[in-house]
């Protein structure tokens, strides 16, 4: 018996229409949406849940003449892209929704379009943050569980899923007038009188967290728990292209290092679980790796799988053009990382957790968005999924290529999961001095399985 849940972030910017994705006003969450869409309704087991990682929105950026740059704020293409969502939300599959660092960015400074959508009216300047809550909440009905969430925790099989909020600990300048709307609608505020600012975000989360663990302590008598796996925006390191050049970024500081450091060994006391996982955006591309953090310290040195898929929609980062194990000192937690895999393109990540005790590991599985003019279904054999081609592109060529050869066409060309894309060969005699009925037909229906 298996289980599974979908993740990705960094989605929606652009104009989204799933419906059209030739379109070339659609963007690229359009694509994510229609292979999520596919796969979700090709599996025989509908996903327990999905969690979107945050960067809900992104204004558009121009640059004048004069080379300033100023930000466009539109309601129009925030709501598009909420509408592609809801079409997932036909599945009944609950989805939470966290928040990354443009979603608490203030809108006052922004420019608006005329819009002929009939827009929320704000008094304030967090109209990103607003819009997205009242969106969540159009879109939520008793089949369909939707919302936006700072931070929450559920359980699949032998699995506990943190989703915490990085945002007050790599942020520098966050804007936390903008939780303000998130707070009141939680209760943990009573009015906008309140103070927000950084200390009170890490406090509430810190106390939330204690309810979490008091919830496993008593959890962990009944029930065995293998593995952990924290979700949030920010990752814990990576490789990126920063300004022509290859760099390893870690956390500014060992505060959020020792925050989920702390998370895997209580986790790990309380319910003895001894595998972690770490899932996150904010770099637009995937990648995945084996994460070390050593304190100086005597806590335990731990492991952590972690896995980066700002893939939902966003523009990709520039690729990567060589991956090295490297480590960072960060003030008194040391990281180290290497890359395991890394696919510089738009999709989403599969988790399949085994409810079995013997088989204790997740799968993980990154899968591509593509072009809806290549129908596709997808096949699971042995917590596997491969991507199969059921109508292929036909190829043009000239009479010269179109000479006695092999022809081969694979389904998915980088493929970076087992199973991959399905093989196709057919050979093919077209020349003129062997034109039997059996080259006819061959020649008609180049393309066979």
């Not at 950026?61 to 509408?83: C, N, P, Q, T």
């Not at 979603?103 to 002929?116: R, V």
């Not at 008593?218 to 292209?241: E, G, R, S, T, Y």
């Not at 005699?429 to 062997?434: D, E, G, Q, V």
Request: charged letters at 25%.
């Amino acid at each position: 018996m298996s289980a599974s849940f979908i993740t990705f972030g960094c989605w929606n910017k652009g104009f989204c229409n799933s419906s059209n994705v030739q379109n070339v006003k659609s963007n690229d969450f359009s694509r994510v949406v229609n292979t999520l869409n596919q796969y979700v309704d090709a599996v025989p087991l509908k996903p327990a849940f999905m969690c979107v990682l945050g960067d809900n929105y992104y204004p558009e950026i121009l640059v004048d003449a004069a080379g300033k740059k100023k930000k466009i704020y539109s309601y129009r293409e925030l709501e598009s892209g909420f509408k592609c969502l809801k079409k997932l939300l036909r599945t009944d599959v609950p989805v939470d929704i966290l928040i990354g660092n443009h979603d608490t960015e203030g809108t006052s400074k922004m420019e608006e379009p005329e819009s002929k959508t009939e827009e929320p009216r704000h008094d304030t300047s967090c109209k990103i943050t607003e819009s997205q809550l009242k969106l969540v909440q159009s879109l939520k009905t008793s089949t369909n569980p939707i919302q936006l969430v700072l931070y929450n925790f559920r359980t699949i099989g032998n699995t506990i899923i943190i989703m915490v909020d990085s945002n007050p600990y790599i942020e520098g300048n966050l804007n936390c007038e903008c939780y303000m709307p998130i707070l009141m609608g939680t209760k943990r505020i009573k009015s906008e009188m309140d103070k927000v600012d950084v200390p009170y975000l890490k406090q509430l989360q810190l106390e939330w967290l204690s309810r979490v663990y008091e919830h496993f302590q008593l959890k962990a008598q009944q029930q065995h728990f293998d593995n952990v796996v924290i979700m949030a925006h920010h990752p814990i390191c990576c490789f990126k292209m920063k300004n022509g050049k290859d760099r390893f970024d870690t956390c500014p500081s060992d505060e959020y290092l020792k925050f989920c450091h702390s998370i895997y060994l209580t986790l790990r006391d309380i319910t003895g679980a001894s595998h972690f996982y770490y899932n996150s955006a904010d770099l637009h591309t995937y990648q995945a790796g084996t994460i070390t953090l050593t304190p100086e310290t005597s806590l335990d040195s731990i492991q952590i799988r972690q896995y980066i898929v700002g893939t939902g929609g966003t523009t990709l980062e520039p690729e990567v053009s060589t991956f090295e194990s490297e480590f960072k000192q960060v003030d008194r937690i040391r990281v180290d990382y290497t890359v395991t895999d890394a696919v510089h393109d738009n999709g989403f990540l599969v988790w399949t957790v085994s409810t079995v005790r013997s088989r204790p590991d997740i799968k993980v599985q990154f899968i591509k968005a593509v072009d809806t003019s290549f129908k596709y279904t997808y096949i699971h054999n042995e917590n596997r999924v491969v991507e199969v081609f059921n109508k292929l592109p036909v190829i043009k060529e000239t009479p010269a290529q179109r000479a006695t050869k092999t022809v081969y066409r694979v389904g998915n060309k980088n493929r970076n999961y087992s199973g991959g894309g399905r093989k196709h060969k057919i050979k093919m005699n077209t020349s003129r001095k062997n034109k039997s009925k059996k080259s006819k037909k061959m020649k008609k229906n180049k393309y066979i399985e």
